[in-house]
T-cell receptor
Framework: GAVVSQHPSRVICKSGTSVKIECRSL??????MFWYRQFPKQSLMLMAT?????????EQGVEKDKFLINHASLTLSTLTVTSAHPEDSSFYIC????????????FGSGTRLTVV | RKEVEQDPGPFNVPEGATVAFNCTYSNSASQSFFWYRQDCRKEPKLLMS???SGNEDGRFTAQLNRASQYISLLIRDSKLSDSATYLC???????????FGAGTQVVVTP
């Protein structure tokens, strides 16, 4: 089955620093990956759609200069939170689909970011 | 208005009982629907797809009502391990963008 690996699972960083989160599709190629953010007791909110070899598509209200997405290969997408602030503390999750026609999406295990 | 809305619950269910809950979606062009399960502080995991004719997977039954724009999930013979938050998901465009509901919490008690 489709496996998506996300790393790191947990990170604590100081305010003003940048954090990179990796999302890998381990046994399939993913031309499209999605990045979500989830605050406590809230739904997953789509931040951006990451397209291999092209620029990411950001959702309204998501700052593209703050959340840098790179999808350099068919198996790797990265999300960099630049100049992190405490309000960026959240659960970040990526997802990808083995077969878009079936829309069976697999999620990475998530990254819990705490900015202090 | 949110694209996908769910009753947050919690639904407190005695072990062995049946529980059902709905999810409404606002975009009539939504093509596909899923139920995901999310345990506390973990990533969502696909529970089942929802087909137009309704479908069953073991103790779980999903229904789609396009006319009223809602989907439902029914859990029979609830187990303690069914305690989780159930996320309703609609696919709203050709890129496969998922719209999540905020989740319905189910607590199965002994």
């Amino acid at each position: 089955g489709a496996v998506v690996s996300q790393h790191p699972s947990r990170v604590i960083c100081k305010s003003g620093t940048s954090v990179k989160i990796e999302c890998r599709s381990l046994d399939f190629q993913a031309t499209t990956m999605f990045w979500y953010r989830q605050f406590p007791k809230q739904s997953l909110m789509l931040m951006a759609t990451s397209n291999e070899g092209s620029k990411a598509t950001y959702e309204q209200g998501v700052e593209k200069d703050k959340f840098l997405i790179n999808h350099a290969s068919l198996t790797l997408s990265t999300l960099t939170v630049t100049s992190a602030h405490p309000e960026d503390s959240s659960f970040y999750i990526c997802s990808a689909s083995l077969n878009r026609a079936n829309y069976g999406y697999t999620f990475g295990s998530g990254t819990r970011l705490t900015v202090v | 208005r949110k694209e996908v809305e769910q009753d947050p619950g919690p639904f407190n269910v005695p072990e062995g009982a049946t529980v059902a809950f709905n999810c409404t979606y606002s975009n009539s062009a939504s093509q596909s629907f899923f139920w995901y399960r999310q345990d506390c502080r973990k990533e969502p995991k696909l529970l089942m797809s929802v087909y137009s004719s309704g479908n069953e997977d073991g103790r779980f039954t999903a229904q789609l009502n396009r006319a009223s724009q809602y989907i439902s999930l029914l859990i029979r013979d609830s187990k303690l391990s069914d305690s989780a938050t159930y996320l309703c998901v609609a696919v709203t465009d050709s890129w496969g963008k998922l719209q999540f509901g905020a989740g319905t919490q189910v607590v199965v008690t002994p």
